[in-house]
């Protein structure tokens, strides 16, 4: 049976929680902590939904955020996994499992926040006004976080040789 | 080489490209909502002693200059383990061993050594429950600010090695979140329950009474030296038995481990119903303005439905399609109809009228039947005539030897003098049930 949050809640969680996981998957680096993560957030949605029926992903998008950070400043004092236990999930191209790999250890060493802030512009594609909203923080730092962690993510792909520019700018892989 | 800002986006679109939502994402969300809710509310209306009451409660310490980090005293990491191999050294160390392994795969950050809160001996072999102090306590949920203060779960014998099972998170605002319980066993038979101090009731079937109401026969759960062993029928599909706290209800229901590869077994979505809403001629006259939204209301928080709900029961979403049709009664009150059905039994069609204004009560309920040309058919007291469904088809009446009446599409309801009934589904003849 359904609940007071309705069908409404239902939707936004099935229509929207694939996107969260996306996010909550590059903030962490880790699948399962990403879905714990999300089932944490979306249940906090749950419980305030009335109060944030409106805007419920902006909502979550900010929890998980928050949530992400914490896990991360724990996770930042100790030594990192091999970057193969990082997510043993379904088989997959190699070319994949390695960019994935390539991808997760570089946001990785990025600071916290320049990392959100990469993650919600290139991923979720938000304007700088959304990510600072997300963030907390002036649309100056957004801009300033965003292109310092795009600069050592850029180093980190380009140096890999998985990533090859296309001409135009919708992005591509060979 | 100069790397775009689409390549970037194409970059990490790809790299999550393999993400697919955990199944049952939305019950699981719901399930956790409400127990938050629930504590939530315990919280705002007696403080938090109501937490502290259980045997987990604790008391917490903010050592200097470590915001992150509290000392977070409770009888669950400090009292002596119970249950009937308490004192077996050998069991102990082999479910330290086993945690230990297990953590280091998972690679949580924990301090101390873990502490066995409970050891003891089953129908399913030896079992324990651990827990351990995380490293850190970081505020884990917002806004109630409640802390994460360590790690938990149930050990149980596989074969002839011990698994830990799920590792769940505990908090400074006690365990109602967290699993009391853990079904366990070779054939999902034995239900192992923790005792944190509050009594707790245990239904082994669900059953079902000849007007499709819930019937459960409960009986106290008694607890040994910590815990208790319940012995259930093997869980093979769905989840029969009933754990909850008093008074038995949704929001008492306690959590088991154990229960979710039957619900999703091999860890796959199942396909969720499709929620089908009609409207009657009239309704809007005794809906109000917004009938959606107060329909919703009747059918979320069904009181008047509560004995058609398996309250403290464990389910999953059924994949048969859910109706909701409501409209206006021949006198005059809002009709609702409502199916209600559980995984592996007959769904139900439950029929409720009430004035404007007062609570609805259930009037007639009959077994849905999906392979019929009207799977519902719902005779209404007091000559109310009978309301019928059918997805896609089109209804007609006749009363007596009169001419046919049209009577709209998926959903009617055919006065008490129509004798026949005219079904034309979507893909097929038109074919003609006797009402009478």
Known sequence: ?174 | MTISDGDVRGVLQRATDHLTDPPGLLDGVRQGGRRRVVRRRSVLAAGLAVAAAASVGGVLRYPGGRANRVEFASPLFDQPTRGDLAGDELHRGRVLEAWRQRLARIDLGVRGEPHVVWAGATPAGAAAYVIQRSAENPVVTEPDGDRLVGFAAFVTSLEDRLKVMTVERVTDAGMDGNSQAALIGDGNDVLLVLDDGRPVVFSPELRFAADGKVRRTFRPVVFQNGAAVLEVPPQRTTITFALSRTPVGARNSLRVDGTRKILFPEGQNLPEPTWLTHTLPGANAVWGDDPEAEVRRYVDEPDALAGYNDEGGTHRVDSRPVLTVYGVSADGRRLLVQTIQYVGHPAWAVALLGPVGSPLRVVASRVVDPDAAVPVRLPLPDGLGTLVAAEGAAFGFRLRSGPWQDAGRDAALVPAGAVELRVTPPNGPASTVPLR
């Open chain 1, 1 to 174: 049976m359904r609940d007071s949050r309705g069908a409404e809640f239902d939707d936004f969680v099935r229509t929207r929680s694939a996107t969260l996981l996306r996010v909550a998957y590059l903030l962490t680096g880790d699948r399962h902590e990403a879905e714990d993560l999300l089932q944490e957030v979306l249940e906090q949605v749950y419980v305030h939904w009335r109060r944030v029926r409106t805007v419920p992903e902006a909502y979550a998008r900010r929890a998980l955020i928050n949530r992400a950070a914490s896990r991360w400043r724990r996770r930042s004092r100790r030594p990192e996994r091999a970057l193969g236990d990082l997510d043993p999930s379904a088989p997959d191209g190699t070319e994949n499992v390695l960019l994935r790999e390539l991808v997760i250890a570089a946001l990785r060493a990025l600071p916290h926040r320049q990392r959100a802030a990469v993650v919600l512009r290139f991923l979720e594609d938000l304007s700088v006004a959304d990510v600072a909203a997300a963030l907390d923080c002036s649309e100056g730092a957004v801009k300033s976080h965003t292109a310092r962690g795009l600069a050592r993510l850029r180093a980190a792909l380009a140096g890999s040789g998985l990533v090859l520019p296309v001409s135009n700018d919708s992005g591509g892989f060979r």
